[in-house]
């Protein structure tokens, strides 16, 4: 049985997000927690006379959200698809957002988060939303970044970027190798270089064991030389019609340009294509 946790603000972006979580974990045994945070933050600047008076506080933002939730587990009822696998909880809390996802994550024993992101508008073009973004960076738990305009495809073709540099350990991949047992899918491991330089002997050992892990699953390698690596990825994501993108939170560092660059003129994965991103901590995630 796994846990996977479900915030929510009610927007469409969200729902999206829930929506591609249910047909994700369509054939697995699933415990699934809505949750909405009604965020201390929001309360504290519009309405901070009410903060002593919990009473008003149930009575304007935690009873309203309940109801929300309850509409929302009616939108799910109406989905076409059968969830014999799957039991549905909603929660509410009344804080920090990020404590109350680290507290729901502890208390819940969660396995992955699934949120959505709000990908580019106006002037301010950044991939993934303030809150998406602080999840996925504070919080260690295993996550799926849901793109506005991502609608659920089995993951045929999944990229994985590396650096070949493993300092992790290998079994914070197991949950690409479970997507891969599942879906039937392709791993393609994707490594990006400024430049046209050989892979030192550090690199060379980590890319032999990738390849010992992956051993019982269809994966390749490719090789790209580009100085912008989100360039590359949005090359390499049109040319093998990716599916997700999965990589390791160790190396966000690295790739911080695919999630957290501002220039996306140019870019479409991130409205498109679901990334997971994987925490050494986060228990067994399959």
């Known amino acids: 049985m796994k846990n996977i946790l479900l915030p929510t603000d009610f927007s469409e972006n969200?729902?999206?997000?829930?929506?591609?979580?249910?047909h994700f974990f369509e054939n697995t045994e699933c415990h699934f927690y809505l949750l909405h945070v009604?965020?201390?933050?929001n309360i504290a600047v519009n309405d901070s006379a009410l903060m002593l008076d919990a009473e008003v506080i149930d009575k304007l933002y935690i009873k309203p959200s309940k109801q929300k939730l309850r509409d929302l587990l009616r939108q799910i009822s109406k989905l076409n698809i059968e969830h014999k696998n799957h039991k549905f909880y909603t929660l509410t809390d009344?804080?920090?957002?990020?404590?109350?996802?680290?507290k729901q994550v502890d208390e819940k024993e969660i396995d992955c988060i699934v949120m959505g992101t709000k990908g580019a508008s106006g002037l301010e073009k950044i991939i993934l939303g303030s809150n998406?973004?602080?999840?996925?960076?504070k919080v260690k738990?295993?996550?799926i970044a849901v793109p506005e305009n991502a609608e659920f495809v089995k993951p045929k073709e999944i990229a994985f970027p590396t650096d070949f540099s493993l300092s992790h350990g290998l079994q914070v991949l197991q949950p690409i190798s479970e997507i891969l047992e599942n879906f039937n899918s392709t791993l393609r491991i994707l490594h990006i270089?400024?430049?046209?330089?050989?892979l030192n002997n550090d690199q060379k050992a980590s890319k032999e064991l990738l390849e010992d892990y992956f051993n019982h699953n269809p994966y390749t390698f490719h090789f790209l030389s580009n100085k912008k690596?989100?360039?590359?990825?949005?090359?390499?994501v049109e040319s093998r019609d990716i599916d997700m993108i999965c990589m390791v939170a160790k190396n966000l560092n690295y790739f911080q340009q695919i999630l957290f660059h501002s220039k996306v003129e140019e870019i479409s994965?991130?409205?498109?294509i679901p990334v997971m991103v994987l925490h050494e901590k986060n228990k067994y995630y399959g």
């Open 193 to 198: 270089k400024k430049t046209k330089v050989e």
């Open 269 to 272: 994965y991130h409205t498109d």
């Open 132 to 137: 998406t973004a602080d999840v996925i960076t």
């Open 94 to 102: 009344f804080g920090f957002f990020i404590e109350s996802i680290r």
């Open 14 to 22: 969200s729902w999206n997000a829930i929506k591609y979580a249910i």
């Open 38 to 41: 009604n965020r201390f933050e």
């Open 141 to 143: 738990c295993n996550m």
């Open 229 to 236: 690596v989100e360039d590359a990825i949005q090359c390499f």
